[in-house]
């Protein structure tokens, strides 16, 4: 039930520890083999790959990089599929790790979002990692109607069988996700993702997304952040019955709970199981978690 999140460079030898992030890196392709062995031997399942374009010149309006056969996440789910065929592999779908602006999607002239331009472009990048092989793709955009999309392109491109759409529905604004931006070079150079993302009092507005995206055809609902969202992890249960339902822990609840672990405010292995827990009791069965190497650790002793 654990996804561990990798971040993937495109500069092939990098292994380069984040700092916002505590003990996660960002690595090269030529890293991830080595690094995943004793993970996969412990009882590793399932990754979530995210791209991290640092070579000058490869952002632009569009995002052009984010399929690129020759970019990071494409190479990686080919060797990863070819050197762990037991590992799920989850290829994260967005453009702002890709676009020079850093906005999820494409802009019209005036800095607004264009919706068909953004979710043509994000169904083609879908397609393209899952034709790399990704067996579940989880476009993390907001984009209006990107499920419905990428589900028919998936369609009419005769794989929709053999790939899992799992939707960011529910996925709130706010300040849990500085450190992942960090870690994938992603802020927005201007704005901020208000527009787009559900303000955090929104639980109607989330429950409308939870829907509308069963509706276009996602197989997993996934709540975002988690801790603070409990209630909404519980709605997606409820809304979403015969899907499973996933919650992402994310940068900033982790570096959170790392940071009070050290401060003395709690015993972080307590903790860690304690937040567990408890985003499995509000209804989750699936989560994204930094802490899935320790996991595997404490679970097997
Ligand atoms: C990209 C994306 C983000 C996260 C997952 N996919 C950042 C964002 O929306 O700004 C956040 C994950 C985390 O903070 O751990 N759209
Ligand atoms: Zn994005």
Not at 39 to 62: E, M, N
Not at 97 to 114: A, F, K, M, Q, V
Not at 179 to 199: E, I, K, M, V
Not at 264 to 288: C, N, P, Q, W
């Amino acid at each position: 039930m654990l996804i561990y999140p990798l971040f993937i460079s495109d500069q092939d030898d990098e292994e380069t520890l984040i700092p916002s992030l505590p003990n996660q890196y960002r690595r090269g392709i030529n890293r991830l083999v080595p690094f995943l062995e004793p993970l996969v031997r412990k009882g590793l399942r399932s990754v979530i790959l995210f791209g991290v374009p640092l070579k000058p010149g490869t952002k632009d309006a569009l995002g052009t990089a984010a399929d690129d056969p020759e970019g990071p996440v494409i190479r990686s789910i080919r060797l990863l599929r070819q050197r762990f065929p037991q590992l799920y592999i989850v290829a994260d779908v967005c453009l702002c790790e890709y676009t020079s602006h850093g906005h999820c999607g494409i802009l019209r002239d005036d800095g607004s979002l264009n919706n068909q331009l953004s979710v043509d472009r994000i169904s083609d990048v879908a397609v393209a990692y899952a034709k790399a092989g990704a067996h579940c793709v989880a476009p993390s955009d907001m984009n209006d109607g990107r499920i419905r999309a990428i589900k028919l392109k998936l369609i009419e491109e005769g794989i929709v069988h053999s790939v899992t759409l799992m939707s960011y529905a529910a996925k709130f604004s706010g300040c849990l996700y500085g450190p992942f931006r960090d870690a994938a070079g992603s802020a927005p150079s201007f704005g901020d993702r208000r527009c787009y993302q559900l303000p955090p009092g929104g639980r109607g507005l989330a429950r409308r997304a939870i829907v509308r995206d069963i509706h276009e055809g996602a197989d997993i609902i996934m709540v975002k952040p988690a801790g603070q969202y409990l209630d909404i992890i519980s709605d997606a249960k409820e809304l979403g019955r015969d899907l499973p339902i996933a919650a992402y822990q994310v940068s900033g609840e982790f570096a959170m709970i790392h940071a009070a672990a050290k401060a003395g405010v709690f015993d972080l292995k307590g903790m860690v199981f304690e937040s567990h827990e408890s985003i499995l009791r509000a209804g989750a069965t699936i989560i994204i978690s930094y802490f899935t190497p320790e996991l595997l650790d404490w679970l097997s002793n």
